[in-house]
């Protein structure tokens, strides 16, 4: 089963608009953290923003926020006056710790984001 | 401060070679990840090690994959021999802690070509 899923393939935003993209996961953990990574063309992976299950308040990183929703257990981000250089693909990732050990960050299949004109 | 270094960047080499690419942690983190990412599979983890020791190698796909890490600064993953499937990107990371909270922070990633 999918523990992370990212249902948007490819979004289209107009510069300057906010722009969601979404990311559902499923765990039975009850700590937990949640990350978005943004990859550029040029293939690098750049951490944006994490949420960690306990927090209580939505996490911001500028222009970035993570819309965080644990009842539903989905932890979209969204992007504010997107920006030309915004365009990327963009990673929904859940780093779980397991009682019995082991340590792992399952990714999505990603979001390709593209700022138009 | 710099981050995670890995190198190649690129390699290009012939089906059967050995290939051996490298990685350098950021100062003082104590987990390490390697990952590869392809169009068909995404990213996937490869092996996870904790204070140098393998923690999880279960994602490593075939005995032709082995990974060491000799100290907290330096570690391989070693494909021989090398066959075109293994054509991907593959990343290393690495974070301060166990934890799941600490941030995971990639290198530049290695592109691999196998002909």
């Known amino acids: 089963a999918q523990k992370i899923t990212q249902t948007q393939p490819g979004m289209f935003v107009q510069e300057k608009e906010a722009v969601t993209l979404d990311c559902t996961y499923d765990t039975s953990d009850q700590s937990y953290g949640l990350f978005w990574y943004k990859q550029p063309s040029s293939g690098e992976m750049i951490f944006l923003i994490y949420q960690g299950s306990y927090d209580e308040q939505n996490a911001t990183e500028g222009r970035y926020s993570l819309n965080f929703q644990k009842a539903r257990k989905s932890a979209n981000l969204v992007i504010s006056a997107s920006q030309l250089g915004d365009s990327a693909m963009y990673f929904c990732a859940m780093r779980e710790v397991p009682a019995g050990g082991g340590n792992k960050l399952t990714f999505g299949t990603g979001t390709q984001l593209k700022v138009e004109l | 401060d710099a981050g995670v270094i890995q190198s190649p960047r690129h390699e290009v080499t012939e089906m059967g070679q050995e290939v051996t690419l490298r990685c350098k942690p950021i100062?003082?983190?104590?987990?390490l990840f390697w990952y590869r990412q392809t169009m068909m599979r995404g990213l996937e983890l490869l092996i996870y090690?904790?204070?140098?020791?393998?923690?999880?190698d279960s994602g490593m796909p075939e005995d032709r994959f082995s990974a060491k890490m000799p100290n907290a600064s330096f570690s391989t993953l070693k494909i021989q021999p090398s066959e075109p499937r293994d054509s991907a990107v593959y990343f290393c990371?690495?974070?301060?802690?166990?934890?799941?909270?600490?941030?995971?922070?990639f290198g530049e990633g290695s592109w691999l070509t196998v002909v």
């Open positions: 990371a690495s974070s301060m802690g166990r934890g799941s909270g600490n941030t995971i922070y």
């Open positions: 090690f904790n204070n140098n020791v393998p923690i999880d």
């Open positions: 100062s003082g983190h104590n987990s």
